[in-house]
């Protein structure tokens, strides 16, 4: 039992493998590969240092009836057989919602605010296909974080106190350069960008919607056009900022 990662009812398992498959005979496949795991509660409620490991998996594939295959046809839109620039580009828009804890320093103090604020976010995200696999292209990323830029003091008793600032210093717009691996079914889309918040950022000391940050997003097809989207959200591209979860539609 580990405090640092286990304290909540919601819990975040990120899994990444770059696997190959060494086909010995018509019956007989061996997998092996590196693999990444993070598992965490998302930023959802602190203490939330996480779990990290890199593994090695080794496995094997007994095909009974090899002759018998099945075609797996991609859903993704887009007519990759047209050189037409035009007609290699897709557009994707996605609606994410989230929750997060907060925390945030005050002189030499760490206050910890294990609220549920809410997050949403808007992403437009035009993408040019190289090829069946292989996309990349711009995103505008729109974001409004309750938890952003709070005013913060400390009240005469030790506690500390806060409240909200104006909407806009809330409420965020970036940039990110996106690159997306397509498989059947899956997309996995990671980027990283640049933002800022609507207000004026020399109002804050620290304006916690401005600088670099990365995103990772699970999108799952559930039509040729509609996907479900599981993003995270890094702060400053190293730090995990919240988990979103929302739909898409492919334009």
Do not use: C
Not at 5 to 21: D, K
């Amino acid at each position: 039992y580990n405090e640092g990662f286990i304290v909540s009812p919601l819990n975040v398992y990120i899994n990444v493998a770059a696997l190959f498959n060494w086909k010995v005979n018509p019956y007989l496949d061996i997998v092996f590969g590196p693999e990444y795991t993070h598992f965490s509660n998302g930023d959802t409620k602190f203490p939330n240092s996480g779990a990290n490991t890199i593994n090695f998996r080794l496995g094997a594939k007994r095909h009974i009836a090899p002759s018998n295959k099945t075609e797996i046809v991609k859903v993704f839109a887009g007519d990759l057989d047209n050189e037409i620039f035009a007609d290699r580009m897709t557009y994707d828009l996605s609606i994410l919602g989230g929750f997060r804890a907060d925390r945030t320093v005050n002189g030499s103090k760490l206050y910890i605010f294990n609220n549920a604020f809410p997050v949403v976010s808007v992403n437009f995200n035009p993408l040019y296909s190289f090829n069946s696999h292989l996309a990349a292209g711009p995103s505008l990323d729109l974001i409004y974080d309750r938890s952003a830029n709070l005013n913060v003091w400390e009240k005469e008793d030790g506690t500390v106190g806060y409240e909200y600032p104006r909407t806009l210093a809330q409420t965020g717009i970036g940039l990110s350069a996106r690159a997306e691996l397509r498989m059947p079914v899956f997309a996995v889309n990671i980027g990283i960008g640049y933002g800022t918040s609507l207000e004026d950022h020399t109002r804050y000391d620290n304006d916690d919607l401005r600088g670099l940050y990365g995103v990772f997003n699970l999108k799952t097809f559930v039509s040729d056009r509609m996907f479900l989207n599981v993003g995270y959200r890094l702060k400053s591209v190293l730090y995990s900022h919240n988990l979103l979860f929302g739909l898409g539609w492919r334009l």
